[in-house]
């Protein structure tokens, strides 16, 4: 049974509505009239319904038409609908329809599916297409840019619908990614990292890949793992864009690009730091052991492994840096002329 949220007020209503899912057992449409493409007059059903304290009980109810397509709606047999009852002292006195077929199961599905297939998607994506190109020795700066392009623009869409919102979204994230990306590649070389301080790198080695180059691997997982962040910020900074236009359409480029912005600025400081405790929380025994064993904080930042992490950590927060006016420039061109 479908109850109404209570309020803590029901004892002093004796009577009340129930809702329940129906399952519509029989129709008689003897007594709707056609008026051109409306129809007006009551539908007489036969329901079952299907949960709740009267589950198995069969009732009548009626199904007014007022000639409004938009609220009116003819059921059939052998469908579910929403039923709502009235009850007085635990007795049903009446029944009708609630207007509409019974939907919540298949949105809540939808919600359902919605959330599996971005998650799937993205474990696909990597399992499937970027670590076997990976392992077949392909440009893993490229590959991983691929993937990341792919699954911001189904994420993105997903979530902000083929429209300006998704849309900003994609092209705000994406941009960002790829100037990170280059910029990323500038660096590893004055750090001179090789790639190997991953875990299992070695290992990967010695199982017949030698041929592979660690540190573009190494630079892949890098802006990989801050993309789940970019996308998040990108999608904030639009749908706050959005927002905007919609409650204040003549806006200026310019004020809206600003306005973009200021919701960048507050959100980075937030992400960046999240990003910083995410990577600095796999290695707190290892800083441990360093701060236990008295070792300078110029000798940590030299070493290798530790140079790598805080290229990751640097590389991860910038590209959140160069999201937020690529998204706001982005959104005030596109939201313009939307």
């Known amino acids: 049974m479908l109850m109404r949220l209570p309020t803590g007020f029901e004892h002093r209503q004796p009577v ?21 493409i409306v129809k007006n007059g009551s539908q007489e059903l036969t329901v079952e ?7 198995g009980k069969v009732f009548k109810a009626i199904n007014p038409l007022f000639g409004k397509m938009e609220l009116d709606e003819m059921y059939m047999a052998g469908r579910n609908i929403l039923l709502e009852m009235t009850v007085v002292s635990g007795q049903t006195k009446g029944s009708h329809p609630r207007g509409t077929y019974y939907r919540l199961g298949l ?29 077949k020795a392909h440009d893993p700066i490229l590959i991983a840019l691929g993937v990341v392009a792919s699954l911001t623009a189904v994420i993105s869409f997903l979530v902000g619908g083929i429209s300006p919102k998704g849309l900003v979204c994609f092209l705000g994230a994406f941009l960002g990614l790829v100037l990170t990306c280059l910029l990323a ?6 750090f001179r990292i090789h790639g190997a301080t991953r875990p299992f790198a070695e290992t990967l080695l010695y199982s017949g890949f030698y041929y592979l180059n660690l540190s573009k691997i190494f630079l892949a997982g890098v802006f990989t793992a801050s993309s789940g962040a970019v996308m998040d910020l990108a999608m904030d900074i639009s749908a706050s864009m959005h927002e905007v236009r919609e409650k204040h359409p003549v806006i200026s480029r310019w004020d809206h690009f600003k306005s973009g912005m200021a919701v960048g600025r507050a959100v980075i400081g937030t992400m960046t730091t999240t990003l910083l ?3 600095s929380g796999s290695y707190l025994t290892m800083l441990m052991v360093f701060m236990g064993q008295g070792v300078p904080l110029g000798n940590i ?13 640097m590389v991860g927060s910038f590209v959140l840096v160069t999201v937020a ?8 061109l596109i939201y313009g002329r939307a």
């Open 301 to 313: 930042l030299n070493l290798n492994y530790v140079a790598a992490e805080v290229l990751n950590t």
């Open 325 to 332: 006016p690529f998204t706001a420039a982005v959104g005030a």
């Open 107 to 135: 949105e809540l599905l939808l919600v359902v599916l919605f959330a599996l297939l971005s998650f799937v998607f993205s474990a696909l994506m990597l399992w499937k297409v970027m670590i076997p190109a990976f392992l």
């Open 49 to 55: 319904i299907l949960g709740g304290p009267f589950k």
């Open 185 to 190: 590649q500038l660096f590893i070389k004055g």
């Open 277 to 279: 405790l995410a990577y």
């Open 16 to 36: 009340y509505s129930q809702l329940a899912k129906a399952r519509v057992l029989k129709v008689d449409n003897s007594d709707i009239i056609q008026n051109g």
